[in-house]
């Protein structure tokens, strides 16, 4: 682990604001290794940063002849997580607009057809934001960045997603480097 963290530069617990998430590496969904300039999925470790939040989705299990039942369809549980995202640098001036969008899938290549939004955040300059009257987005702080908390659940529609990613969405002459992982939130 710490070849990993002096690799990539994440911090085993960072401290911003009033909340403290523990970072695992199976969750990164972007290491901040580059800036995105342009759309694509963010990147972890060298390839596409996906996240398996566990379960067996649209798979059926045959069971023996001696269950009550011939088959199940396993199905993971509900998860309310937290994206947390650790900007470094983000350009906030004239047309420039960056989108993260968390998407997920059941299916672990994110096909044509197979991606649902769970949720999104966007930096950029107030006249370009699709928020009416948003906020600029502020430089990153000279210490750590600045973090950001996208709440989000693996359930939409009654369909629970099992692969998260994020897409990132760069217009104008956007440019936005950030770290970001998964947290999972205790249940209430």
Do not use: C
Not at 9 to 30: Q, V
Not at 31 to 52: L, M
Not at 63 to 84: C, F, N, Y
Not at 108 to 120: C, H, T, Y
């Amino acid at each position: 682990m710490l070849d990993f963290v002096a690799k990539y530069g994440f911090w085993a617990a960072p401290r911003m604001g009033d909340r403290t998430y523990s970072f695992d590496a199976n969750m990164g969904l972007s290491d901040a290794a580059a800036a995105y300039t342009a759309n694509g999925y963010a990147q972890f470790a060298g390839s596409d940063g996906v996240v398996d939040l566990g379960g067996n989705q649209n798979i059926t299990v045959t069971l023996p002849s001696i269950a009550d039942v011939s088959t199940i369809t396993p199905q993971q549980p509900r998860i309310d997580a937290v994206a947390v995202i650790d900007v470094t640098a983000v350009t906030s001036s004239g047309s420039a607009l960056e989108k993260l969008l968390l998407v997920g899938s059941n299916d672990p290549a994110f096909g044509s057809g197979n991606v649902q939004l769970l949720a999104m955040y966007e930096f950029g300059n107030s006249s370009v934001l699709d928020v009416l009257n948003g906020i600029t987005t502020p430089a990153p702080a000279a210490v750590g960045g600045s973090r950001y908390e996208l709440p989000f659940t693996n359930e939409q529609n009654n369909v629970k997603y099992q692969y998260v990613k994020i897409y990132n969405v760069i217009t104008g002459s956007g440019s936005i480097t950030y770290r970001a992982f998964i947290a999972v939130l205790p249940e209430p």
